[in-house]
């Protein structure tokens, strides 16, 4: 039987939850990270948002921050709706969040924080020890989990841990970025010549489909692609396309 495993860490431990039995295994964290180690990562301050409903934690959780090198606190929010609508505004690498909150629980502002900001860490910093919240924090995506009251060393830890994640995405969406741009270019390169040609072939059609994917799309190409649907009598996507072109003439 395929038994299917999640992992968040808790303290010096990570918790590892095996999806065919109920019970929770305990192991000692696994030194490093990805093969990658502290020195290797480039330094950049780490942008984190608390959230928490009371104000003497958001408080010590501040001024616990202010002793670990290279991180800056860019909002503080009192409950889950605050963190969402802050996370939007600010745009935090990280995300330190309690789970009973008013207006919006913390699981459920990371869900939707994920949403608009895919990339986003989370530590959650909560006084809940049961089974099923450490469940439920791992089916929303939570990395690390922190049981309150929690020492200085005990989150330097986790932001550590954090911040070798944290770069890695930046590394991942930044070579994302490169091939996306290679790939616009190239299919650019292609249409120009296709344009030039006049093709209409099934593999022009292709290219330029794949362009008018883009929000950003130049107006040329989506020209020349109702162009193509009109030679090759492709009425239905002319029609989704005519519903395009309509909508960019108004902006």
């Known amino acids: 039987m395929l ?53 003497e934690t958001r ?22 709706r605050q963190a969402l609508e802050y996370s939007q505004e600010h745009k935090p690498d990280l995300v330190l969040l309690d789970i009973n909150m008013p207006e919006m629980d913390g699981l459920t502002a990371y869900r939707e924080i994920l949403k608009v900001l895919p990339g ?28 309150k009251p929690f020492t200085v060393d005990e989150l330097e830890e986790a932001i550590g841990r954090m911040r070798v994640r944290v770069e ?7 070579q994302d970025t490169q091939m996306r741009k290679q790939r616009e270019a190239y299919l650019i390169q292609l249409a120009g010549e296709y344009s030039k040609a006049r093709r209409t072939d099934e593999k022009a059609m292709e290219v330029f489909e794949q362009l008018a994917q883009n929000p950003e799309c130049e107006f040329r190409w989506l020209q020349t692609l109702a162009m193509i649907y009109v030679v090759r009598n492709e009425w239905g996507r002319m029609k989704v396309l005519a519903t395009k072109l309509e909508q960019r003439t108004k902006k």
């Open 168 to 174: 890695q995405q930046r590394v991942k969406l930044a």
């Open 3 to 55: 038994t299917i495993s999640h992992e968040v860490r808790h303290g010096n431990m990570m918790i590892n939850i095996k999806e065919a039995s109920p019970s929770v295994i305990l192991k000692p964290a696994e030194e490093g990270f990805a093969q990658m180690t502290q020195p290797e990562i480039q330094k950049r301050k780490l942008r984190v948002l608390i959230a928490d409903d009371i104000q």
């Open 59 to 80: 408080r010590n959780t501040r001024l616990m921050l202010a002793t670990i090198d290279d991180v800056e606190v860019v909002a503080i929010a009192s409950n889950g």
């Open 120 to 147: 986003t860490g989370c530590i959650i910093l909560s006084a809940e020890k049961d089974t099923d919240t450490f469940r439920t924090a791992i089916s929303v995506g939570v990395q690390e989990y922190l049981i």
